[in-house]
T-cell receptor, first 113, second 115 residues
């Protein structure tokens, strides 16, 4: 069985400051992990994914995430927030070749000017 | 290469009517997944299909909901006798035939409103 916990339902940062969105997962097998972003009334866009290669994964728009097996974490970071980063972020786990993905409940990121 | 396409984008139904949601996967993708997103919640898996086969329907409600992915044409999620609780955004995703089957690409969603 697989599950995902996003530790913060809301995160608020000032423009230009770092972003940290936290995610813990559990999986019976070697998981693939993803971060997606959803802007209001839009679909989901893949930010980055981890599939057992490098533990530090770089994504689009300056985001990156680090896979830490010992902590079962896959936190999303960005050095400097931009106003356009304000959105809902979902951490997702998928057991390789299992098909279905399990989504966290999401973290709403607010960026203040 | 067009992305995953879903239509309609918005659908309004009255209680008791049927809702049909369509999903065309990306070119070359033969795996389709449906998810439901209730207001203020994350996405919940419903069903995973390959061409002409249902692989995993563990997230589908036992009644009124069905899905298909025929040999030709889009995947269809069908909801019979809709109720207010069915109001949600329904997202379709697809993944490649080979290579990295667990990377899913999402469509823009269909927002169903039941009056």
């Amino acid at each position: 069985a697989q599950s995902v916990t996003q530790l913060d339902s809301h995160v608020s940062v000032s423009e230009g400051t770092p972003v940290l969105l936290r995610c813990n997962y559990s999986s019976s097998y070697s998981p693939s992990l993803f971060w997606y972003v959803q802007h209001p009334n839009k679909g989901l866009q893949l930010l980055l994914k981890y599939t057992s290669a490098a533990t530090l994964v770089k994504g689009i728009n300056g985001f990156e995430a680090e896979f830490k097996k010992s902590e079962t974490s896959f936190h999303l970071t960005k050095p400097s927030a931009h106003m356009s980063d304000a959105a809902e972020y979902f951490c997702v786990v998928s057991e390789v070749n299992a098909g279905k993905s399990t989504f966290g409940d999401g973290t709403t990121l607010t960026v203040k000017p | 290469n067009a992305g995953v396409m879903q239509n309609p984008r918005h659908l309004v139904r009255r209680r008791g009517q049927e809702a049909r949601l369509r999903c065309s996967p990306m070119k070359g993708h033969s795996h389709v997944y449906w998810y439901r997103q209730l207001p203020e919640e994350g996405l919940k898996f419903m069903v995973y299909l390959q061409k002409e086969n249902i692989i995993d329907e563990s997230g589908m409600p036992k009644e009124r909901f069905s899905a298909e992915f025929p040999k030709e044409g889009p995947s269809i999620l069908r909801i019979q006798q809709v109720v207010r609780g069915d109001s949600a955004a329904y997202f379709c995703a697809s993944s490649p035939t080979s290579g990295s089957p667990d990377t899913q690409y999402f469509g823009p969603g269909t927002r169903l409103t039941v009056l």
